[in-house]
């Protein structure tokens, strides 16, 4: 039996949330879903740093079109990389938003309109409240590695600017060691827990072509093809809207029409791009083939 009251057990064992975010409204409504189950601090983005010593979850509400706010919220998230959920609201789901959290060390992002169900679930995913230890989990940096380098590729793909090449390999053969390692069904379940949507897939498309990989016993090299194939091989979907992508029912025709252009959209894209084997550019035309 605990030596606790009830109440206090639960107070003990409360998760330290803060919340960061741009306008004093966007703040209230954020700590109004919060505060009854968790303990919150909060601070506004014009602040000069971080308020909060050692979070187990940061909450960031910021309009991300806001240029001056993209270099405000990274100073202030500088000392916060070790906090292990860092939760984003993005309000507007467009591509180059959804990127550049994920740019900013997102482990999750969650688009549209606020939604109270879904954030409480995001923080208590993974949760031992037994011990009151957050998820610490050999996973989430990898996650958050991977789903950064798959950002900059969309980034690259909605802006015109050179993909990142270099980085796109690190991170494949970062994710093909940590496979290696662990296996591929903590990688798919850690991945179901942070992301949803075309970031999802293409986390999970890479995990399984990795994996697969490694089951035959293939060599560094093409271990190397087939998770850069991975990587690359929906990116076409940066030039489809996100309401299409994720829309939750079925896709009339023109829908269905306008998202089968994506391979060809990825390769006509890539192929201008230097370093690009051809090898890749045929599996970013043909994946669906």
Not at 61 to 82: C, F, H, S, W, Y
Not at 86 to 109: D, K, M
Not at 124 to 135: D, L, V, Y
Not at 258 to 279: N, R, V, W
């Amino acid at each position: 039996m605990s030596p606790w009251p009830g109440f206090l057990t639960e107070w003990y064992f409360l998760m330290l949330v803060h919340i960061v975010a741009d306008d004093p409204k966007k703040l209230s409504s954020v700590r109004s879903i919060l505060e009854r189950d968790h303990a919150v601090s909060s601070n506004l983005l014009c602040d000069a740093a971080l308020k909060a010593e050692n979070p187990e979850a940061l909450v960031v509400r910021v309009d991300l079109r806001t240029t001056e706010n993209i270099p405000a919220l990274k100073n202030m998230l500088e000392g916060a990389q070790q906090t292990r959920k860092r939760i984003f609201l993005i309000e507007n789901p467009a591509h180059v938003c959804v990127s550049q959290a994920y740019a900013l060390g997102a482990t999750l992002v969650l688009s549209g309109n606020l939604n109270a169900a879904k954030l409480l679930q995001a923080l208590s995913q993974g949760r031992r409240a037994a011990s009151g230890q957050t998820e610490v989990g050999r996973d989430s940096e990898a996650v958050t590695t991977a789903a950064g380098a798959i950002a900059s590729l969309f980034t690259a793909m909605t802006s015109g600017m050179p993909v990142d090449l270099v980085g796109a390999k690190q991170s494949g053969t970062s994710l093909a060691d940590h496979i290696a390692e662990h296996g591929l069904t903590d990688w798919l379940a850690t991945v179901r827990r942070h992301h949803e949507g075309t970031y999802q897939h293409c986390l999970l498309v890479t995990g399984i072509a990795i994996d697969f990989g490694l089951s035959l016993g293939v060599g560094r090299a093409d271990l190397e093809r087939l998770h850069e194939a991975a990587l690359f091989h929906d990116v076409g979907k940066a030039k489809i809207p996100l309401a299409i992508l994720d829309k939750p029912g079925r896709l009339d025709a023109g829908e269905r029409a306008l998202i089968e252009t994506h391979p060809t959209a990825g390769y006509e894209a890539l192929k201008a791009q230097k370093g690009i084997s051809a090898e890749i550019l045929d599996a970013v035309r043909h994946h669906h083939e």
